[in-house]
């Protein structure tokens, strides 16, 4: 079995005195795996892929909460709506609109974080403070709900540029829970991954997204 118990059990245990929702990062990993994992007692699993979610949804027990953690193509939303829990990485008032669209359909409505670039890579995606605060200024989509933020550090073993992303983030997080006609709504700060999820809890995370740690390497 690639998962550890013991290893889980500690995170599992460390996090739930403080409320911290952990979300495991299953993407690249097989149904028997995830399935491990679910009867140690783990109910969130996060994937990055639109067609390998949907195939482990189809598999696996109706009661887990899939977060979807991924780029998102505006074309795949339909692929996920009818099922997904949350969707952590809303980047763009397209997308927002799309999702709002399929929720509809589904007759459900959709949990949403939109996703910050804080990262100094160009490669991550995400908005920029400019972009999210239009965002939180104007969108009405009557099917969506934005819960709140995600983030990713920069790919560095700089720990001090890695702590001033989280706090960056955590001061946009914020800004927003205390502004907006539905604070208690905007409750959820997603940052943290297997090799920083300490520091972003220090920095006030209330989610971290933990794949390797918990499922051991993903071979790519
Ligand atoms: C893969 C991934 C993670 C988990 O990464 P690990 O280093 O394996 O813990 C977390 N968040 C996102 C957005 C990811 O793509």
Redesign the pocket.
């Known amino acids: 079995m690639a998962v550890n118990p013991e290893t889980y059990h500690t995170i599992k245990k460390q996090l739930d005195s403080q409320n911290i929702t952990l979300?495991a990062?299953s993407?690249t990993k097989p149904v028997e795996d995830i399935l491990a994992l679910y009867h140690l007692g783990q109910k969130d699993f996060?994937e990055?892929y639109v067609q390998e979610l949907a195939e482990k949804y189809d598999r696996l027990p109706k009661d887990i909460r899939w977060h979807f953690?991924?780029h998102l193509q505006t074309n795949k939303v339909k692929y996920i709506a009818p099922f997904v829990s949350l969707i952590?990485?809303v980047d763009s008032e397209k997308l927002l609109k799309e999702i709002d669209k399929q929720a509809k359909k589904n007759n459900r409505i959709i949990e949403c974080l939109l996703q910050v670039h804080i990262a100094k890579e160009e490669t991550k995606f995400g908005l920029d403070e400019n972009e999210l605060d239009d965002i939180m200024k104007d969108t009405k989509h009557s099917n969506i709900r934005i819960c709140g933020l995600?983030g990713?550090a920069s790919f560095t073993t700089d720990e001090k540029i890695v702590r001033r992303e989280f706090q960056f983030l955590k001061s946009l997080f914020d800004k927003y829970s205390t502004i907006g006609t539905r604070p208690s709504a905007f409750s959820r700060l997603s940052m943290g991954?297997?090799?920083d999820?300490k520091m972003a809890i220090e920095e006030g995370s209330n989610m971290v997204?933990?794949?390797?740690?918990?499922?051991g390497?993903?071979n790519t």
């Open positions: 979300v990062v993407k996060g990055n953690i991924g952590q990485s995600m990713m991954m297997s090799s999820y997204r933990i794949g390797s740690l918990l499922f390497e993903r």
